[in-house]
């Protein structure tokens, strides 16, 4: 049988067949994902490996949180709720820590250097004696006339009475800030009862002086009498009196004094010196309401050494006028 060759083969030419040669083997990283199933893996160029995950520009993940109000808020919320509960549980530590270390309250502590409120500037007498809620009911009867003589005028405190002679002389000093009321007396009469009883130049005095005290506060006008009498003769018996003494009352009471307010107290004190002869002294304090910040005061002191001058205390307050 003849045999056929094709007609494009060449006659002289031997056609060698090769078997394929295999691909080249790829090194795959070892996290490199599989393919899933029903799919094949493509062929791996030469180039190089891909890199692990989406590329740059792929956007991982779900919906932006920013752009959902709700959410926003609640993130907003748990910020603020955990910041507060954060100072909260800073400031309860440093409290325990300063009370446990007794640096709460001492000077210089945590809280030793608080800055002090403004201090009480009112007069000693106005902070124990502020003004009555209810001003008191008195009719204005007027000035009564000046009686006739002589008299003492206290242009400070505002008010004249009758002027004594003779053993009677002009004050010639001045009591300056006597007593926690620190009360002035500079205006009065007195004399000498008792020269250089304790030996050092000490004198004791039968005494009628005036003087004023500051008892209300910038326009307060209304002034609490019996409160601001009571301090005075207090303060009167601390001042010019031995410690060791006894108060006898003799009288308190309510009344006018030349057609102004006046409170009225009478005393009788009993005491013991070393070297002074008196044992007792008469006292009468007149505070007298003259329509200014300061309370008017009269102070009336004989020794029962000169009872014969008893009458004074009466006689001079009964001419008290105001100016």
Request: charged share 25%; hydrophobic share 35%; net charge negative.
């Amino acid at each position: 049988m003849t045999e056929h060759s094709s007609p494009w083969a060449e006659p002289d030419t031997q056609v060698v067949v090769e078997p394929p040669r295999p691909a080249p083997a790829v090194q795959r990283p070892a996290a490199q994902p599989r393919a899933a199933a029903g799919y094949e893996s493509g062929r791996v160029s030469g180039l190089g490996v891909p890199p692990i995950g989406p590329p740059p520009d792929v956007i991982v993940g779900g919906p932006d949180d920013d752009d959902d109000p709700i959410k926003r808020n609640k993130k907003i919320m748990k910020w603020l709720g955990g910041g507060a509960i954060l100072v909260v549980v800073i400031g309860l530590v440093i409290v325990l820590a300063s009370v446990m270390t007794n640096n709460a309250t001492t000077p210089g502590g945590l809280f030793g250097d608080r800055p002090k409120g403004p201090s009480d500037t009112r007069p000693e007498l106005a902070r124990r004696c502020p003004p009555p809620s209810i001003p008191p009911e008195r009719p204005n009867q007027g000035v009564p006339d000046v009686p006739a003589g002589p008299r003492t005028a206290d242009e400070e405190a505002g008010i004249s009475y009758k002027k004594y002679g003779d053993p009677w002389s002009p004050w010639d000093a001045a009591w300056v800030d006597r007593g926690e009321l620190k009360v002035t007396y500079r205006v009065g009469q007195h004399f000498v009862t008792e020269p250089n009883y304790d030996g050092n130049g000490s004198d004791y005095h039968a005494t009628i002086l005036s003087g004023h005290v500051p008892a209300a506060v910038n326009d307060g006008l209304v002034l609490d009498l019996k409160c601001i009498g009571d301090q005075i003769a207090a303060d009167v018996r601390v001042s010019f009196y031995p410690d060791s003494n006894q108060r006898e009352d003799i009288e308190a009471r309510d009344l006018e004094l030349g057609g102004r307010p006046a409170r009225l107290i009478k005393f009788r004190l009993h005491f013991s010196q070393p070297g002074l002869k008196a044992r007792s002294e008469l006292v009468s304090i007149a505070l007298i309401d003259v329509g200014k910040v300061e309370a008017a005061i009269l102070y009336v002191s004989i020794p029962d050494t000169h009872r014969q001058f008893d009458t004074v205390a009466d006689e001079v307050t009964e001419s008290v006028r105001p100016l």
